[in-house]
């Protein structure tokens, strides 16, 4: 039978276009499908960045410019069961819906995870309530795709700044941007009161790199996209794959099925609606889900693909805990790349954590990277103010936009099979499928692990000179949430994994060590799905790295390997 | 001449704004960052093609570059499907009421401009506050677009002679420009 491709992709996003570059430089042929609009580069050769995106917070921040429109595609969410059918209807964890997907948004912070997250059933006691396991695979199989994986992205960063990072083969490809005044402020705080704070990797050229420019620090970053193209969002490997000429990319092409061949056993292809609500099939030899981790196990649920007792389950978010720190002075933190510094101290085991993690009847807790950030725009400033005499009083001062810090724990969330993906039982969406709905309660150790941590990143706030200081988590704690007006419950975190999670036993995981389905091996998943666990750091670079593994074994390429170098003392 | 407000109307939003975002020191109200014209404009998105609703881009001129924001773009016909239903309301028609009815922002306006009264713009600041405190799902509303209206880009009708951002030391937009390494790094 001739087929229309050899691969059909879901997904324009990191996951996505990393494997549509490995694969069409292997001489695939690839189509993808994106059921959002093309906002990023034009798909006519030279492939120009097309130049829609803008500093512009209305349109990006308010007006649902990169979608998902979330009166077109709602989600639902409730913490369990004993709420009903859902408690709220609209945005839940929206992640950009346009080509390029979250990488659009993303301000790129990039660090590797290290080799304990890759084993931490192994390494760590058990916790009650919580299923850890190991990954198929350890850092020192991927270390060489995350070599491969900054490359390709274009990382700036500094190899030596991070004391605690794991093992590396090499440098950076570039060296990092200017540090922002007010990461520059927190940071020597925070290694006054003994802690690391180091230069973050970015995805964001501090020099000219892959025929792009470099960042001019516009400040319109996180959240936004970049209008002069100095991101590692997927426009370069997408440019690569379509420079081929074996690329076909299709906008506004949503998939609504993973079709199979009568065996069962094998994916035949993609069925999708076009803009015109017209379907259409595209089969391939191999199907690639990079949907992103709340859309792919939707996507599999549908069509009734993938271990039914594991899809959808063990989805896990950063627990983020927020520590803000007002100054007397103002940051111009709308300068630069939104953050500039990371600090890694609270994963590690220190002994007051050990202490607070068995005051709370936990083995022990492990925190995330604290991101060293800053910075609003003034409309987001303004609506979190109240109208009258005290809105233009603060408007001035800008407690907010320009006078606060922000630390951002990305806490390690601990994988739970009630914590879910599954398909709404009766909202829908303008194509009129269901509605994915979240079901999630953290765990325990999320909630002791913010409560041990708060206060001592508001202490280094203070250390830096804030006159004030407070603390809030998301999802809200319970002592937080009674006192606060919540609309919208769902934990605002974009940082989605784990609802197809990989492994070796077929029972109880969904992929193998190489992303491929256990039950129909020509279907992989390339996106964060796969995660067994989450680490507490960001995902990106990870999938990123995974994905292209995964996509050379496909292509059959020789597998990367890599040697350590000793680190520069 | 406002696109879609009556000029009573806009009088109104124009005073309700600058109670929600009064005049402070050298700082502008609402009425005087043109809340009012930045509001009639969205509820009118759609008699312009493209309609009002996402600026151009990359660049606005003010730093550089070609005034691309002026030209404002496409929507797909699904994007103008929720953008009509946000602003028109679902008025019956099935392919709007998939989860339910929706109350467009055009009527919100019109029911809750009329809630505030006729001699609205005629009576005292106390009174306009009580007024708009005993219609607390319009001023939440209004609110939240005022702040919209004063401190978007100018091209979306508000924020007028850029004296929103200008009075906050906010520069805006600010490509192809952007800040030099010292700017970031530097303390002012
Ligand atoms: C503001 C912000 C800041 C962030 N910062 C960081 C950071 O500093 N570090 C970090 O590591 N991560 C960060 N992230 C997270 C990062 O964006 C995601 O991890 C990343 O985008 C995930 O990549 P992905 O390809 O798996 O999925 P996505 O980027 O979500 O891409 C999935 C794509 O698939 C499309 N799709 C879904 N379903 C279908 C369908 N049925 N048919 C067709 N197309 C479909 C979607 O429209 C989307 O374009 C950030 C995210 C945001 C929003
Ligand atoms: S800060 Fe740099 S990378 Fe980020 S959007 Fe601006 S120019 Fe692009």
Redesign the interface.
């Known amino acids: 039978m001739v087929m229309d491709c050899d691969a059909v992709i879901v997904g324009t996003g990191p996951a996505g276009a990393t494997v549509a570059e490995v694969l069409t430089t292997a001489g695939w042929s690839v189509v993808m499908l994106e059921k959002g609009?093309n906002h990023l580069l034009s798909l006519d050769a030279p492939f120009e960045?097309l130049?829609?995106?803008?500093?512009?917070?209305?349109?990006l921040l308010?007006?649902?410019?990169l979608g998902p429109?979330p009166?077109?595609e709602?989600r639902t969410f409730r913490h369990d069961e004993t709420e009903g059918d859902r408690i709220h209807?609209g945005d839940v964890n929206n992640l950009p819906s346009t080509i390029g997907g979250g990488g659009i948004h993303a301000d790129g912070k990039l660090p590797r995870f290290r080799e304990i997250d890759f084993r931490i059933a192994s390494e760590l006691a058990p916790v009650d309530g919580a299923e850890l396991v190991d990954w198929p695979l350890d850092y020192d199989e991927l270390e060489p795709y995350y070599a491969e994986a900054e490359r390709v992205v274009g990382v700036a960063g500094d190899a030596d700044a991070n004391p605690f990072a794991a093992w590396r083969s090499g440098p950076y490809p570039m060296p990092p941007?200017?540090?922002?005044?007010c990461a520059?402020l927190t940071s020597d705080a925070a290694t006054q009161l003994g802690y690391h704070p180091y230069r973050a990797p970015t995805g964001v050229n501090s020099v000219e790199y892959d025929g792009r420019p470099a960042?001019?620090?516009?400040?319109?970053c996180g959240y936004f996209g970049c209008?002069?193209d100095a991101k590692g969002d997927p426009v370069a490997p997408l440019r690569h794959a379509l420079r081929t000429g074996r690329c076909d990319i299709r906008p506004?092409s949503y998939a609504t099925e993973v079709l199979l061949d009568s065996s069962g056993r094998k994916a035949r292809g993609v069925r999708y609606l076009d803009?015109?609500g017209n379907a259409h099939e595209v089969s391939a030899r191999h199907v690639v889900l990079g949907a992103g981790a709340f859309e792919t196990p939707r996507l599999l649920q549908r069509s009734g693909v993938g271990n039914a007792d594991v899809v959808g389950r063990f989805l896990m978010y950063h627990f983020q805990t927020f520590a803000m720190g007002i100054f007397p002075?103002?940051l111009?933190a709308?300068?630069?790349r939104s953050v500039t510094h990371l600090m890694d101290d609270p994963i590690l085991p220190d002994p007051a954590a050990d202490t607070a993690a068995r005051e709370a009847g936990l083995p022990w807790m492990r925190g995330g990277i604290v991101e060293h950030g800053g910075a609003s725009?003034?409309?987001t400033e303004?609506?979190h103010l109240s109208?009258?005499?005290d809105?233009?009083?603060l408007?001035?001062g800008?407690p907010m936009?320009?006078r606060m810090a922000v630390f951002t724990m990305q806490g390690e969330d601990l994988p739970q099979a009630t914590n879910r993906v599954d398909l709404d039982p009766h909202?829908?969406d303008?194509w009129?499928l269901p509605a994915g709905r979240v079901t999630y309660s953290p765990h325990r150790h999320e909630i002791e692990c913010a409560r041990h941590w708060a206060p001592r990143l508001e202490a280094v706030m203070r250390e830096a000179g804030a006159t004030h200081t407070f603390w809030a988590t998301s999802p809200a704690l319970p002592e937080h949430a009674a006192r606060r007006r919540i609309t919208n419950p769902s934990p605002i975190s974009r940082h989605v994994m784990g609802t197809a999670r990989m492994g070796n036993d077929a029972r109880t995981s969904v992929c193998d060590r190489w992303q491929r389905l256990h039950d129909v091996d020509n279907v992989l998943v390339a996106d964060s799905s796969v995660f067994p666990t989450g680490a507490g750091y960001g995902p990106t670079l990870t999938i990123v790295a995974l994905a292209i593994r995964a996509a050379r074994a496909l292509a059959d390429l020789e597998p990367l390997r890599s040697q350590r170098q000793a680190r520069v003392p | 001449m406002p696109v879609w407000l009556t000029e009573h109307e806009h009088a109104v939003v124009a005073a309700a704004a600058d109670?929600?975002?009064?005049?402070?020191?050298a700082?502008p109200?609402g009425a005087a960052l043109g809340v009012a014209d930045f509001i009639d404009a969205l509820l009118g998105a759609f008699t312009f093609d493209p309609p009002r609703?996402?600026?151009?881009?990359?660049?606005?001129g003010r730093a550089g570059g070609d005034p691309?924001?002026e030209q404002f773009?496409d929507l797909?016909?699904?994007?103008e499907?929720?953008w009509r239903?946000?602003i028109e309301g679902s008025k019956g028609m099935v392919e709007r009421e998939?989860?339910g009815a929706v109350i467009g922002w055009q009527q919100q306006y019109h029911e809750g401009i009329a809630a505030l009264g006729r001699d609205f713009c005629d009576v005292t600041p106390d009174e306009q506050?009580a007024r708009l405190d005993r219609n607390p799902e319009f001023?939440a509303l209004l609110?939240?677009q005022?702040?919209?209206g004063?401190?978007?880009?100018p091209e979306?009708g508000g924020n007028r002679g850029l004296r929103?951002?200008a009075?906050?030391?906010?520069?805006?937009?600010?490509?192809?420009?952007?800040?030099?390494?010292e700017?970031?790094?530097?303390?002012?």
Request: hydrophobic share 35%; proline share 8%; net charge negative.
């Open positions: 609009r960045p130049g829609e995106v803008s500093n512009d917070e209305l349109k308010f007006r649902h410019f429109d009166w077109l709602p209807v941007g200017p540090d922002m005044f520059a960042c001019n620090n516009c400040g319109f209008p002069i506004e803009a015109d002075f103002r111009h709308h300068r630069g725009h003034p409309i303004a609506i109208p009258g005499e809105h233009t009083r408007m001035l800008s936009r320009d909202v829908t303008a009129g | 109670r929600l975002i009064p005049p402070y020191d700082h109200g609703i996402w600026a151009g881009g990359p660049f606005s691309s924001f773009m797909s016909a699904l994007e499907l929720a239903t946000r998939r989860n506050d001023k609110y939240a005022s702040c919209e004063a401190y978007a880009a979306y929103g951002w009075s906050i030391q906010y520069d805006g937009d600010v490509q192809p420009r952007g800040y030099t390494d700017e970031v790094a530097g303390r002012d």
